[in-house]
Each structure stands twice: as C-alpha cells, then as structure tokens.
C-alpha cells in the first residue's frame, strides 16, 4: 500500500482553482500583493489597492489550468523581481550536471529568494523547477499554505507533540522526499539546516542527512546506496547584500542582550516581502557536484562535512564580504554598499550585522 502525502506535498493540477479561487477572497494575500504591485496605491488607498488587485488576479487566474500554467505566469514576475532588485546574477555549476532529478542541499539566507533563485536557474536551462521544503511555522494563515503548495513547495512539520508523532512525521517526510526525487523524477531543495542562517554561518546539520537517510534503511545498497541514487547537490547562493540583515541583526543582538526574542506573528511574512522587493547587488547561485564517495555517504556527520566543503568552493566572496571581514580585524574595509547597511540598522545591532557579513570569509 502506497503512503499517503496529500497532507504536506505540493498541491496538484486538480488543487489549483479552489486555492486560486480561496486566494481571491483573501484580504492579507490580496494586500501583501497590492504593497509589492501598487506601493502608493496600497498605502494611500489600501481598500482601493486591494479592489484593483482582485480583478487582475482574476483575469489572469482564468487562463491557468495547470501548475505548469502558474509557473509560467511566475516566470515574467521573477524577472521582473531580478531586473529590480539585482546588479548582476551570475549561475554556475548547473551546465556540468545532466538533466536528471537531484535532490538539492543549499545554503539558507532568504525564506523566498533562495529556493526562487535556484527554480529560476533551472526554468531558464529549460529544466523542470524543484519541489521545495518550508516549515510549518511559516503557515500562521491559510492563504500562505496554498500559495506555498501552489509553488511546488511541501510541508516541513515542526510543531510536533511526543516522540511517537515526531517519528512518524519524520518518516513521512523522509519517504516523500526520496518517493519524489525517485518515483516521480522531481527534484527536491532543502536547506542545510533549519531556518535562515541570520548568524551568517553556513553549516550543515547532521539531523537533516539522517532525517533524508531514514527512508533508505530498508535499500538493498544500504542507507549510503540510497542517498547515492538521490544524486544530492550541494548549491551556495552568495548575497552581495541581504535586504533583511538589519532584522536578522536586531534578532541576534536581542535575543544575546535580552535572553530571547518574541517575534511578531507578521514578521516571517514581512520579511518574505522584505527579501522580494529589497535590493540584493550581485548574487551567484553556484551548482556544485553529486556527493558520490561512500564513506561520507554512510555517516551523517561526515556527509554534512562534504556538503559544507563544496559551498566552502561554492561561495562567492562579495564585497559586503570582505570589507566586514577586515572591519572585523581592525582592518581598512572600505564599502559604500556596507556602509549603506549599517546606516539603515539600529546602532546597537551595528556590530551583529558586521558579524553576518563577515562570516562566511571567517569560516
């Protein structure tokens, strides 16, 4: 008997309008949309901005049929959100791999970004986009649950009460993800480690390898054949600028000043604002190689060791970068862009967000 997934993978074909139809009728979807669409329009005249947006939305919903439908009509707007907000983007890596499902680790900086950048490389090789892993703590409305799964992206349930229910929401989650990239030729992202790296400090956790390792228990290669045949990929996006460093940077320096950080119940969808419409210089998201050598592949820590140096190689020293770095060591670090950041950044934070920026140089 085949397991159930209908609770936390990507909605199908036959989803799409009854979650298109239930995101017209949302107000704080319509007026996220509205702050990105009509800035002056939704701040003088929010009524008004919502209204408009409505009736684009279902205009356009009216022609989609298919996800693949959704994502095409996606396409032009990351285009638009990378004209905007970006200098220059540079994709590397990707041209070495053959068309193929993989399941993609990557580094974590932006909760939209990362996973739209990667899915933007692959829809411009002409290559299907990935399967994309969120947490539930992400999902405090509804509308933010169907656009999630609209997009591809599956469920992460972290909110999880006992070892017995945490055991089995582990094992449905390693089971799809392995069923997705092996049954069904889609590729999966997942992120090293859960949530943003806000610190800056790209590390991979050995919890997320042994999660993905539980499903091939049962492979007759053994648990490093299984993750051999998931052709994992490790992927590095390089940030010259994060549009939400100075909200990372005020977390960090709370939660050490203060002992904690309650975080408002709109703040997780400011910053997926925050990070699409904020400018971001040069990025680069860099492909790397299948972790194909057995020994890491049977231990989790050292398999995260692997991961980790690829990116190491993966990386892209920005500018933002190494001026941090040197500012760090007392040095000359002269930058205009990270002069700029912490002009915008509450002084008290000033010192956290050097740190963030400077990190992946001191690794």
């Not at 397991?3 to 017209?24: C, F, H, M, T, V």
Request: net charge neutral; with cysteine; aromatic share 6%.
């Amino acid at each position: 008997m085949s397991q159930d997934y209908s609770n936390i993978a990507p909605y199908g074909d036959e989803d799409l309008k009854p979650a298109l139809n239930r995101l017209i009728k949302s107000t704080p979807f319509l007026a996220g949309v509205a702050r990105l669409a009509l800035p002056k329009t939704s701040m003088l005249w929010p009524g008004l901005a919502r209204f408009l947006i409505a009736q684009r939305l279902r205009s356009q919903f009216k022609r989609l049929n298919t996800i693949a439908d959704l994502q095409d009509k996606v396409a032009p707007f990351m285009a638009k959100v990378i004209k905007n907000t970006i200098d220059d983007l540079t994709i590397t890596g990707l041209d070495q791999l053959p068309k193929q499902p993989y399941l993609f680790i990557s580094n974590h900086r932006d909760i939209v970004m990362d996973p739209a950048l990667v899915n933007w490389a692959l829809h411009s090789a002409g290559r299907d986009t990935v399967r994309i892993a969120i947490g539930d703590n992400l999902i405090k409305q509804p509308f933010v649950e169907d656009l999630m799964r609209l997009n591809k992206s599956f469920i992460v349930r972290r909110n999880v009460a006992g070892p017995r229910e945490l055991a089995k929401v582990v094992g449905q989650l390693s089971s799809y993800i392995g069923h997705s990239v092996l049954n069904e030729n889609q590729s999966i992202w997942i992120a090293q480690k859960e949530g943003r790296a806000k610190d800056g400090i790209d590390k991979s956790d050995p919890a997320i390898i042994k999660m993905i390792s539980m499903a091939g228990r049962k492979h007759p290669e053994g648990v490093a054949g299984y993750l051999k045949s998931l052709s994992i990929v490790p992927v590095y996006i390089s940030y010259e600028v994060d549009p939400c460093d100075s909200a990372k940077a005020v977390e960090l320096w709370k939660t050490q000043a203060e002992g904690g950080y309650a975080k408002a119940d709109s703040e997780d969808l400011e910053n997926i604002v925050l990070g699409i419409k904020g400018y971001k210089g040069r990025v680069k998201v860099a492909f790397g190689q299948p972790i194909e050598d057995e020994a890491a592949l049977s231990n989790p820590t050292d398999l995260a060791q692997a991961i980790d140096a690829q990116m190491r190689e993966l990386y892209e020293p920005m500018e933002t970068n190494i001026a941090a770095a040197k500012r760090l060591k007392g040095q000359e670090g002269p930058s205009t862009k990270l002069d700029e950041r912490l002009s915008h950044c509450p002084e008290p934070a000033r010192s956290r967000l050097l740190e963030t920026y400077a990190a992946p140089e001191l690794d």
